[in-house]
């Protein structure tokens, strides 16, 4: 690891000011990211700038039915905090589907949208990766592709965004808050990742020196009704192989309003679209669930070892439906 | 899931426990040392070829660095046949990985900083790293070699016996290479003097690591102290001393004195200190009306490294484990470009069991007959190939009880017909054995303190398995006095010569010498001896050993779940039922066996080290990408065992519960995962893909 400078920031304008100036500096939240990247070699920072102190460690429930959530709430206490668990359940499920309880307990709200992908050849310096190493070439295009993506991907990089939080997060249309060197924004979640295209080595649209500060969910009233379901190799303490965050509205058997994301199979929280649209006012059944499913994954392509993921994720997809739809019903 | 579990049986606690739970038990690389320094390793980055050049230059301007190793200026060592040992004796690789040298310096961090910068330069050869079957790459290993290789074996016409069978299986089960990955990694710290070489080192036998690292260095053996007191796991990965050793030991020759310490990374125990190589076995089946077998026949296809041979032997289980008029087996190698495999937890029948009992469940589904009455009716009265009586074999009790406790009778043999919820539900059962050894050589020392009060020592090895514990007690039972007067010392050179920690041996050759070593103190010193008196002996020769073909046996049974439409498959309980002689501790038996079994389902759902054979390394080298089972994949895990009397093993009665545990539980498991399914999975592990539909 190269030996580098730490400061704790104690006000957003300073740390701004500092990390937009110096191209070597990171922000660093609650690390369980980039300190294995520092160790791995992956991210070499010459200056890690601490937010952790800084004053967005509140969930806040604002008059207009929104919830803000302060970037660096931990994961832990994001997921026991009362509003997120009666009004936002798929947003509960996710973040404890995530890691470990001890990892949970350091990792910030900002941190986990920004955390980079697991790919093996890109968390691995001594092999070719386009996303570490521009040019270099992509090793998991023909080599071992089994956690890969299969929608959104390109010749250059095939890898997928790790989070579980994102993507409930995406299928709720929450907006994240940046303040950068030139002021605030707000960018939808949806919007923040990329695909790769010929940039893999961009993961999202924040420039150097933005800061993440909160993360905005909207009222969704039907999002009581909503549901993550994290398809692993193991029961716990592994990346989802693919994964389905849903919120369901229903009227007398007929879907009346949908959010879908799906997870693992992209290099961004996927937002469903085709799905939502086959969905949207048609009548609960399993011909509709599995007919939305083949409409979002028409476009998929595979790889020597990623298969599995299309009928993984249509079946996931479909139970989904069928647990949130029966709810309903009973 | 969890269910009812039973409560740990009675038995004396580990005696270190204490110690172990309040973090004051020492590990290797915790021993206090004064001003040490730290190395780390310099890695090759390709699989084949030469290093060409290194520069060292910008290493040795980071601060705090006191050294950088290379092949161009360490110093030679004794060639003691080991090329693992030779570490930096040439400027060859052999393996992605491979050592190639070393940064020293006061700091970890400062050590790995400037290993970053060190440039090396290579001339890349063309590797081969792609485990298959072809003629390039496989061979026959000379079995007249080792005592550790068993010839093919032929008997009979297995041909024209399948060709006759009333029911045949033909399958190929293949499973992958696995990586150990004890909790304590290995870890050195070397220290030369002016008496000699100091290791405190984790391994499985600190006399083992004195005999390869003496002449290595041409020093005497008397001038090598291994201090090993506490060791967090080995599973086989420590059984031989690794490059490691031999590399930190190399650069503390150059530190004046100073220790130097070294603790493997995780990646870098992926690479450096063996592993379980993948298999490919053919296993064909032929039985009677009855489901009695007529042929046997068991081909395996393992890997080894061109760099040092190593045979599993996997075929080997179905030498001796069914009845079999005709029988044919064979154990093939193919040789690549890649680490050294070595011995993990029961090498060869881990993975031999598994397609052997694959293969009975194949065939019970076929001839229409009971998986556990199948095995009952394949039982030898003697050992089928040599015709040895056997000293004990109690599968058929263990089977019986098994069934019995496990509920096995109601059980409805319809493949994937049982649906909860979105979980198909199945169960199944697979037998295990392993062979009950004795290493001879171990010699140890009791000494009557005073009042009573012993002292034993034996420089064997606790690995975490409760041997010190174990062997306290035997120590008391043959002195006849309470555990609490006896103090028993192990786990360093500075005690009598033991041999290694392996083959579930231990607890047989080492309190087999204890309680040799008390008769000859009381043929020497009496019942009344006085304070000081001191005898140093050993086991002799078993007269029994040739005459008996000695095993341990257990019947495992598994309940498993597969979800509908996701594939995920999950054990919510397991049953594991062992005839391996005298169980010495219940309660550290228990966990024994339980561990066993709980790396078995490890072996069945999660455990693969996935090889990219264009770059000839495993591309999932942590713990985040190499599964094992957590917590939650593990559920109740029942375990217990038959009273066995068994005069002829040894002394003690010990057969060896190490291993066992893991024998048979992934075939237990992939029985049950088909009898849920319906889909028979023949490579491990059990992902959820091979489910979907």
Known sequence: MKPFDYQRATDADSAISVVSRDPEAHYIGGGTNLVDHMKLGITEPGKLVDITRLPYDRVESLPDGRVRIGATVRNSDLAAEPVIRQRYPVLAQALLSGASGQLRNLATTGGNLLQRTRCSYFQDVTTPCNKREPGSGCSALEGWNRHHAVLGASERCVATHPSDMAVALAALDAAVLVEGPDGQR????????????DEPERDTVLRHG???????????????????????????????LVSVAAVVELAEGTITDVRIALGGIAHKPWRATEAERVLRGAPATEETFLAAADAELAGAETLRDNEFKVPMTRNTLASVLRELTRQEGS | MTGATRATPPGPERIEGRAKVTGTARYAFEHPVA?????HPLRATIARGRVTSVDTAAAERVDGVRLVLTPHNAEALVPIGDPELAVLQSDEIAFRGQLIGAVVAETQEAAAHAADLVGI?????????DFRDDADVVYTPDADASPMLSPDLELGDVDAALAEAAFTVDATYTTPTEHHNPLEPHAVIAAWDDDGLTLHDSNQGSHLVRDLVAPLFGVDKERVSVISPHVGGAF?????PHGHVALTALAARHTAGRPVKYALSRTQMFELVGYRPPTRQRVRLGADREGRLVATEHDSLEQTSRFKQYAEQSASASREMYTSPNRRVTNRLAALDVPAPTWMRAPGEAGGMYALESAMDELAVRAGIDPVELRLRNEPEVAPVSGLPFSSRNLPACLREGAERFGWHERDPRPGVRREGDWLVGTGVAASSFPSLFFPGSLATVRHESGGNYRVEIGAVDIGTGSRTALTQLAAEALEVPVEAVELRLGSTEQPHASLAGGSAGTASWGSTVVEAVRAFRTEHGHDPVAGAETTAGAGKNPDAGEYAMHSYGAQFAEVRVNADTGEVRVPRMLGVFAAGRIVNPRTAHSQFRGGMTMGISMALHEHSVVDERFGHVVNHDLAGYHIAGNADVGSVEVDWIDEHDPHVNPVGVKGIGEIGIVGTAAAIGNAAHHATGVRVRDLPLTPEKFLR
Do not use: N
């Not at chain 1, 909160?214 to 990346?239: I, N």
């Open chain 2, 121 to 129: 330069r290579y001339e890349r050869m063309a590797h081969d790293s």
């Open chain 2, 236 to 240: 086989g990965s420590k059984g031989m």
């Open chain 1, 210 to 240: 933005e800061l993440v500060t909160a993360v905005e969910l909207p009222p969704l009233p039907f999002a009581s009704r909503s549901r993550y379901r994290k398809v692993r190799d193991r029961a716990s303490f592994a990346f989802a």
């Open chain 1, 186 to 197: 707000t960018v939808p979640v949806t919007e923040l990742h990329r695909l790769p295209g």
């Open chain 2, 35 to 39: 001003d040490p320094l730290y190395l």
